[in-house]
């Protein structure tokens, strides 16, 4: 059985970091593609950030790029997201999830991803 457990979700302060853990288990974690999302109340769930299998590779929407970094630690089956700068609109519900498709023939849409969390809520507010 498949999991995928975040954790670090939080109130903060405009301007202030949280570091998102999300702990995979009942898969072959390194064969897989990791993503983490958010979904606002109204909005459809996004992406913001990907990583490749061996962690080599990272692709981020625009809208965190240079602020959120995904990295992913295989050895203990966890993928993270440092969130820095953070501001009253990345408040959400975030979800990391699995896709076991290939670095190169991955798509951004929750639909192509297999696995998911069950979210944590960040939200940002003075």
């Known amino acids: 059985q498949v999991q995928l457990v975040e954790s670090g979700g939080g109130l903060v302060q405009p301007g202030g970091s949280l570091r998102l853990s999300c702990a995979a288990s009942g898969l072959t974690f390194g064969s897989y593609t990791m993503g983490w999302f958010r979904q606002a109340p109204g909005q459809e769930r996004a992406i913001l950030a990907a990583i490749s299998r061996g962690g080599g590779l990272t692709d981020y929407a625009d809208s965190v790029k240079g602020r959120f970094t995904i990295s992913r630690d295989n050895a203990k089956n966890t993928v993270y997201l440092q969130m820095n700068s953070l501001k009253p609109e990345d408040t959400a519900v975030y979800y990391c999830?699995?896709?076991?498709?290939?670095?190169?023939?991955?798509?951004?849409?929750?639909?192509?991803?297999?696995?998911w969390g069950q979210g944590t809520q960040v939200t940002v507010s003075s």
């Open positions: 999830a699995a896709d076991r498709a290939a670095w190169e023939t991955r798509s951004r849409l929750p639909d192509s991803y297999d696995y």
